[in-house]
């Protein structure tokens, strides 16, 4: 096994068309880079906990297709390719689906979710379950990103228990930046994919809501809620992406994507683009910056003029009050979860959200180590239908008029560009908007912010547009990824 190991030491940072350039080639076979992640996994991932399970099939799965690619050809960019899921996405195999959760911790899923059955199709190899901050970060008002009761808590590779993770998704960021996979699928209602991948030196998707199935992904909000891709290079976030869309029955949100989504977006990655890009700078969302975190965005705006872009600085974005939305979340949530505990196995212990309540208070000592007051918040909402769609269409009434599309469509723009915390990323994701986060450089010093969080770092820039406007936000990402190159993997 080390002789395997050093004979593939370069697919540290490899991508997937080197990967599957490789493939095709005859150096390498998908069951010796899965032997080989695996092998990492068990070396190193016990430094940042980012991985929950490995699929006890993904050696025998990536053998059935590397003998299909000898006696059939090869089906795509993503055949043989190990990728990473979320432990809220679920499988039909003999990987568990816990949203981080001791009280699912031995649930298995009936069948793969939409998102799991599209990867399958295109060849991936689902290489494992990545932790996750438990129940999407809808558990605790005080429970720290990246901790599970199921897994732990994920750390950040860049400074394991020194620097802030972010997000829900902070598992599958954590692992594809050091390089435990080709990629991972996070998901999304508000910062969960963009604010890891910002923190974690990688690039992640989250895409207009619609444009990929939530079905078989355990919830949060039908509003806001979206699965997407993290992967070390804009280009692999891409391939990834076009895998992912498809009009689905079981999401009727998804037939808003007829005509609007591609099942390819790498023709999208257009580094000559930003010659002809309008970009807004909305420098409200800068303000709390500390001066190195500034610096990092001032230098990216530089990096994009000379570039060739058009910077508009500063543009105005209403802002919405924070907490705008949390009874239409609260209704949604509590809908969402009974719906999906309903369908698990009778040998599950839960099978709505009171019932989980119940176990995880019976279970205190290993399910309840930061409370579980958004869980009671949740059941004890009393929106009642009615109320739910007039504030629905109060707050959308609100939002569009006069926000992102207002200055959007004022200002001529193809992008606004915000810094790579989650505060800037509440506007677009309330209103189902896409988000594309970049590396956009590191904090030497660091400094704590006011939740105690060390800011010291990587840090991303992130690019939001209007709906579906996905191939756009990809050629302004790669323009800006291959101007500035700033992923580095970790020491780890």
């Given at each position: ?34 032997r ?34 000898l ?48 990867l ?7 290489l ?7 129940w ?56 969960s ?53 498809g ?16 099942a ?9 683009f ?36 058009t ?87 609100a ?18 560009m ?28 660091g ?8 800011t ?26 291959q ?10």
């Amino acid at each position: 096994m080390e002789r395997l190991e050093q004979k593939l030491d370069w697919i540290i940072e490899a991508d997937i068309m080197a990967l599957q350039a490789a493939m095709e080639a005859g150096s390498v076979t998908s069951e010796e880079i899965v032997r080989y992640y695996m092998t990492r996994i068990r070396n190193c991932d016990q430094s940042i906990n980012s991985i929950l399970e490995i699929n006890p099939d993904a050696v025998h799965i990536a053998r059935a297709l590397d003998k299909e690619r000898l006696e059939q050809g090869c089906r795509g960019m993503l055949h043989g390719i190990p990728v990473l899921l979320k432990d809220n996405i679920d499988t039909g195999d003999r990987m568990h689906t816990s949203a981080g959760s001791v009280a699912l911790a031995d649930s298995f899923a009936a069948s793969d979710s939409f998102v799991a059955a599209r990867l399958r199709s295109a060849g991936a190899v689902l290489l494992g379950k990545t932790n996750m901050t438990e129940w999407s970060n809808f558990m605790s008002g005080s429970m720290p990103a990246g901790y599970s009761s199921r897994g732990g808590l994920v750390l950040n590779p860049y400074g394991p228990g020194e620097l802030f993770v972010s997000g829900s998704s902070s598992g599958s960021a954590a692992a594809v930046a050091a390089n435990m996979g080709a990629a991972a699928i996070g998901t999304e209602t508000a910062g969960s994919i963009v604010g890891p991948a910002c923190q974690n030196n990688v690039v992640g998707i989250k895409p207009t809501v619609g444009l990929v199935s939530r079905s078989g992904v355990i919830p949060i909000s039908y509003s806001q809620d979206t699965p997407g891709p993290i992967a070390r290079t804009v280009t692999d976030a891409a391939i990834l992406l076009g895998a992912l869309t498809g009009v689905d029955d079981n999401d009727p949100a998804t037939l808003r994507s007829v005509n609007r989504a591609f099942a390819d977006y790498t023709p999208f990655l257009d580094a000559g683009f930003l010659r002809h890009a309008r970009i807004g700078i909305p420098r409200h969302y800068y303000r709390h910056l500390d001066p190195e975190r500034l610096a990092i965005m001032e230098t990216a705006i530089a990096a994009l003029k000379d570039a060739g872009a058009t910077i508009i600085d500063p543009v105005a974005v209403r802002v919405e009050p924070s907490n705008w939305n949390n009874d239409i979340i609260a209704y949604e949530f509590k809908k969402g979860l009974n719906r999906y505990l309903s369908r698990l196995a009778d040998s599950v212990p839960v099978h709505s959200l009171q019932e989980l309540i119940a176990y995880n208070s019976l279970h205190a000592e290993t399910a309840l180590r930061y409370g579980q007051d958004t869980l009671i918040r949740s059941q004890e909402t009393t929106l009642t239908g009615e109320a739910y769609r007039r504030k629905k269409e109060e707050a959308w009434r609100a939002a569009v008029p006069e926000g992102l599309d207002a200055v959007m469509d004022r200002e001529r723009l193809d992008a606004l560009m915000l810094p790579g915390d989650v505060d800037g990323m509440y506007a677009a994701a309330r209103l189902g908007y896409p988000l594309i986060a970049v590396p956009a450089g590191y904090c030497s010093k660091g400094t704590v912010d006011a939740d105690g969080d060390c800011t010291k770092g990587p840090f991303g820039a992130v690019f939001s547009g209007k709906a579906f406007s996905e191939p756009v936000l990809i050629k302004i990402a790669y323009g800006f990824e291959q101007a500035t190159r700033h992923r580095f993997p970790p020491l780890i």
